[in-house]
Structures are given as C-alpha cells and as structure tokens.
C-alpha cells in the first residue's frame, strides 16, 4: 500500500523555521520524483519544491533561498526545510510522488490531511 505522510507543520511568527517531513512507504523512493505542494484557503494548489531521482532540486520563486527540499533513501523520508517564513508561506502542505511519469498515490494537493504551516506577522 502506498503511503505519504506528512508532519511538521505549525504555527510561527514571521521569520521563524519548520522542518516538513514526508514519510513515504510501498513504492520505490530511492527511484522517485518527490515533491512538496501547498494550498491555501482560496488559492489554486502550488508546485513549492521537488526533488528528482538524480538529487536534481527545483523551487517556485516565491520559496528560492529560503526553503530547502532533501531526502534520506535510507529511511524514505523527503524534508522540506523552510526558513525565514512569510504571512504568505501559510498554507496546508501535501507530500506527493511520481515514478516514471506517473503519480504515486494522490496527485498534487489531492492527498491528505497534509500539514498546516501559519505564519504569524
């Protein structure tokens, strides 16, 4: 059975630091595109990060220099480092996978419960 779970969300002020965790299961990480989403309340899902099979990392520009997407094969988790948080960084965040063009599991912002992340200005 496949499983994304997401944890590490919470409430912090502007400026502040969360670390996200992914914690994948029944399909193989190690060969996977990973990512993180994130929508918040009347808003269009988002791409935040991913990361491809070869460590290859990608970042919507609002996040650039201030979140930082990694993995550990070993235990198949994908973390989501955020730092210098923003009002507008406030949302829920979804873990989502692919392999070979296709979605693991939910697609997108369709899997859940996700994370809430509040920033507090």
């Known amino acids: 059975e496949v499983q994304l779970v997401e944890s590490g969300g919470g409430s912090v002020q502007a400026g502040g630091s969360l670390r996200l965790s992914c914690s994948a299961s029944?399909?193989?990480?190690?060969?996977?595109?990973m990512a993180w989403y994130r929508q918040a309340p009347g808003n269009k899902c988002e791409l935040v990060s991913s990361?491809?099979?070869?460590?290859?990392?990608h970042y919507t520009t609002s996040v650039r220099g201030r979140f930082t997407i990694s993995s550990d094969n070993a235990v198949n988790v994908v973390y989501l480092q955020m730092d210098n948080l923003k009002s507008e960084d406030t949302a829920v965040y979804y873990c989502?996978?692919?392999?070979?063009?296709?979605?693991?599991?939910?697609?997108?912002?369709?899997g859940g419960p996700g994370t809430q992340v509040t920033v507090s200005s």
């Open positions: 990361m491809n099979k070869d460590g290859g990392t």
């Open positions: 029944g399909f193989r990480f190690a060969d996977s595109w």
């Open positions: 989502a996978a692919q392999h070979a063009g296709r979605w693991i599991g939910s697609p997108r912002c369709l």
